[in-house]
């Protein structure tokens, strides 16, 4: 059963209830905000005992809606912001152009695909992958100013474009978000991992998250889908918008004030 429950905002575009969400639907029940600033959302996906993950990937505990939406997410983005882990571990691929989203982009001044950013302290990345050698618009690589000098010029040699974001060997959060905004990335979306998802909470810069609820239960020692430190006093978000099918709850909830 494909529903719109009814706790979702009413002046937000929503899918239409019992058939298949079209790209469009979602599209407008997604949309970014209106403003000149960056909006910084996450897309992850939790089981009902909390795991962000089965057999160290996310797929397993995904589905076809899900994978719509996440879609979608990516079709409005400027840039996808990910971890180097998630990128080891996912396999991530350069982001590609969508017919269903290119007139959409190009009344909106973006690209034909979203940029892919990869945060690394180290750079302990392979730079012969597809992400870095053939995308269709450049990778980014996010990194630190006491990152390994040959490990920036081997992602430059790539053709990844390389942003320092931090002092050190971190990356600061906020910082990241500036430089990235900076360039025109004002729209974005971070599929984690758990610890740079940890990072943006705890940081505060954290506009939307947006979190599929599979109906599962695998125990076990998973990550969560935020990770590291705690935060002080936890930062109170509100619920945008929610949509179901076959048990999966797809929810969205925004910063408290924005």
Same mark, same amino acid.
């Given at each position: 059963m494909r529903r719109l429950l009814p706790v979702t905002d009413p002046t937000t575009p929503a899918p239409a209830a019992d058939r298949e969400w079209t790209l469009e639907e979602l599209a407008g029940a997604y949309a970014y905000p209106e403003g000149d600033g960056p909006w910084l959302r996450a897309n992850m996906v939790s089981t009902l005992d909390g795991a962000a993950q089965h057999d160290g990937r996310s797929q397993g505990i995904s589905c076809a809606a899900d994978m719509r939406i996440f879609g979608t997410l990516r079709g409005l983005a400027d840039a996808v912001v990910v971890g180097a882990e998630t990128v080891r571990l996912e396999g991530y691929r350069p982001a590609r152009a969508r017919e269903a989203f290119a007139a959409r982009r190009a009344a909106a001044g973006q690209g034909p695909a979203p940029a892919v950013a990869v945060v690394s302290a180290g750079? %302990? /990345?392979?730079? =012969?992958?597809? /992400?870095?050698? =053939?995308? @269709?618009?450049?990778?980014?690589?996010?990194? $630190?100013?006491?990152?390994? +000098?040959? !490990?920036? *010029?081997?992602? !430059?040699?790539?053709?990844?474009?390389?942003?320092?974001?931090?002092?050190?060997?971190?990356?600061?959060?906020? &910082?990241?978000?500036?430089?990235?905004?900076? &360039? +025109?990335?004002? &729209?974005? /979306?971070?599929? $984690?991992?758990? *610890? /740079?998802? $940890?990072?943006?909470?705890?940081? $505060?810069?954290? %506009?939307? @998250?947006?979190?599929?609820? =599979?109906p599962l239960l695998t125990a076990g020692a998973a990550q969560r889908i935020a990770g590291g430190p705690a935060v002080v006093v936890p930062e109170r978000f509100s619920l945008v918008s929610l949509l179901e099918e076959s048990g999966f709850l797809f929810t969205r909830y925004g910063k408290i004030g924005h």
């Open positions: 750079l %302990d /990345l392979d730079f =012969s992958l597809p /992400l870095f050698v =053939s995308p @269709l618009v450049p990778t980014l690589v996010i990194t $630190g100013t006491a990152a390994p +000098g040959d !490990r920036v *010029r081997a992602a !430059r040699e790539a053709g990844a474009e390389v942003l320092f974001a931090g002092d050190g060997a971190a990356v600061e959060p906020a &910082r990241a978000v500036a430089e990235l905004a900076a &360039r +025109g990335h004002t &729209r974005l /979306l971070t599929e $984690g991992g758990p *610890r /740079l998802l $940890g990072q943006f909470v705890a940081a $505060g810069v954290l %506009d939307e @998250l947006c979190l599929t609820l =599979s």
